[in-house]
Nanobody, 123 residues
Framework: QVQLVESGGGLVQAGGSLRLSCAAS????????MGWFRQVPGKEREFVAT????????WYADSVKGRFTISRDNAKNTVYLQMNSLKPEDTAVYYC????????????????WGQGTQVTVSS
């Protein structure tokens, strides 16, 4: 059974940092793009960042560019999201996902999802 499990969320003050982890089990995703998305109540889940299997290709949403860094460790089947200079508007549930096909920045292109981890940034 394939599982993606996020961890590392929490409450942080504006300007602070958090590092999210997403551990995959049940199969290897070393050949897949892995992405991070986020969602706030009442809004659609939005793209945050994605990284190719080799790590050579990375894309970020404009809203997080320069502040967030996505990385992966294929030996551990784990993807990370380092979040620096956090802002209150970064508050959301963050989800990791494994890409199936299509554009790597589209939510619909991902077929495995974690349960999410809450990130709350206080002002």
């Amino acid at each position: 059974q394939v599982q993606l499990v996020e961890s590392g969320g929490g409450l942080v003050q504006a300007g602070g940092s958090l590092r999210l982890s997403c551990a995959a089990s049940g199969r290897t995703f070393s050949g897949n793009f892995m992405g991070w998305f986020r969602q706030v109540p009442g809004k659609e889940r939005e793209f945050v960042a994605t990284i190719s299997g080799s790590g050579a290709n990375i894309w970020y949403a404009d809203s997080v560019k320069g502040r967030f860094t996505i990385s992966r460790d294929n030996a551990k089947n784990t993807v990370y999201l380092q979040m620096n200079s956090l802002k209150p508007e970064d508050t959301a549930v963050y989800y990791c996902a494994a890409h199936a096909s299509g554009s790597a920045t589209f939510r619909s292109s991902y077929n495995y999802w974690g349960q999410g981890t809450q990130v709350t940034v206080s002002s």
